[in-house]
């Protein structure tokens, strides 16, 4: 049993009443005016489920589904979320424990507050993948020693983060100074830090090891993380080269995008907007999921991520075309109440939440077939 009650699903509340203003700042915020995070969660609203009754079952519904080649029990993943220390003194162990606990697939962040290794460590027989911020082609060879090391991890994925090349304007941070990277616990640079070719590189310029000059390498890594300026189309096949399996592209938002991300031949998308902490005034993720999905579904395997809070809005995200949603904000308001069971906690009462709201539609499953666009009405045609 759990050292905390919490059925609510305001779990953003509860844990808001337990952070400090720099740690609710970064984790509760958004870029520039939050237009976008409104816009993220008005979309839900405009999908309703639309009940279905006398429905004979004699089973609860099914959630599993096939993913990355994955058979996974639940239709969803744990978004990469960096810097969690900020939020437990065991980050992104205690997650990936709990992501193993529960058999949900564990996105770890390049900005976590653990290395490659004890993140694997962690998470053990479970499903891992790794999301890259992607370092400029300067530092290729960082990037390659990052990949393999992951692969070597057992990371059977890799999710390529688009939108973040340098990080949104978030007045919240910047009013609370928060800089997770330049603080004396230095969350977020654990990858770095522990990375030899990164290591190698700081010795080879500054004459010093990493540890003799922290805060000098703290910087370094996180310029090598948000180099500024983005990449190509043409430079996937740069990470094609360093990386032997699944890519799967995070931050698409556009149906451009999405058939271009076809041509490139990888094996998913995550239409994302980062939760509305990049581009303020961006559309909402929700909104761009049906052209999306009518455009490239089929084609490659579509994430949908950016203001996922409870069972329901899986469920209509997963009608509206997704393979399969990300979650972060939520599970890492589970970190803060609850540490690893805190995370269990919230994995679990998403999956049961799913589920009884499917129960109580109609809906057997949430494999397409029965879990499809037939299932929603938009609230603005009643
Ligand atoms: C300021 C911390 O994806 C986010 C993350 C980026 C992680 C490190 C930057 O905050 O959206």
Not at 68 to 85: I, Y
Request: with cysteine.
């Amino acid at each position: 049993r759990p050292p905390f009650t919490f059925k609510s699903l305001d779990w953003e509340g509860l844990a808001m009443q337990r952070m400090s203003a720099e740690s609710t700042g970064y984790l509760v915020g958004n870029a520039g005016t939050g237009e976008t995070a409104t816009k993220n969660r008005k979309a839900f609203e405009r999908w309703s489920l639309v009940p279905q009754r006398l429905i004979e079952t004699e089973k609860l519904p099914r959630l599993s589904t096939q993913i990355l080649g994955h058979r996974m029990p639940v239709p969803f993943a744990m978004a990469p979320v960096g810097v969690q220390r900020t939020f437990n003194p065991e980050g992104e162990i205690a997650a990936a424990r709990a992501a193993s606990d529960q058999h949900v697939p564990f996105i770890m962040s390049s900005a976590s507050s653990a290395s490659v290794e004890d993140v694997a460590a962690a998470n053990g027989s479970g499903t891992r993948w790794y999301q890259l911020y992607w370092p400029s082609n300067k530092d290729y060879d960082i990037t390659r020693s990052i990949l393999k090391r992951a692969k070597d991890a057992g990371f059977s994925a890799l999710f390529v983060t688009l939108d973040t090349y340098v990080l949104g304007w978030r007045p919240s941070d910047m009013d609370n100074g928060y800089n997770p990277f330049l603080r004396s616990d230095r969350v977020g640079v654990a990858v770095g830090f522990s990375d030899p070719v990164f290591r190698k590189q700081f010795r080879e310029r500054y004459g010093n090891e990493i540890e003799d000059d922290q805060g000098l390498a703290a910087a370094l890594w996180t310029r090598t993380i948000f180099p500024r300026y983005s990449h190509s189309w043409e430079d996937l096949q740069l990470l094609r080269e360093a990386w032997d399996g699944p890519i799967v592209l995070k931050g698409i938002q556009s149906v451009a995008d999405a058939r271009k991300a076809v041509e490139a031949g990888v094996q998913g998308i995550v239409v994302s907007n980062h939760g509305g902490r990049q581009t303020d005034g961006g559309v909402s993720s929700l909104g761009m999921l049906p052209r999306i999905v009518d455009a490239v579904g089929g084609d490659l395997e579509v994430f949908f991520d950016s203001g996922i809070r409870c069972g329901a809005d899986i469920a209509k995200a997963l009608a509206l075309g997704a393979n399969m949603c990300l979650v972060g904000r939520p599970y890492i308001y589970g970190l803060v109440l609850g540490g690893e069971a805190g995370v269990s906690h919230v994995l679990k009462t998403l999956a049961g939440d799913l589920q009884l709201t499917l129960h109580l539609s109609g809906i057997p499953s949430s494999a397409p077939e029965h879990l499809g666009r037939h299932r929603l009405i938009r609230e603005d045609e009643l």
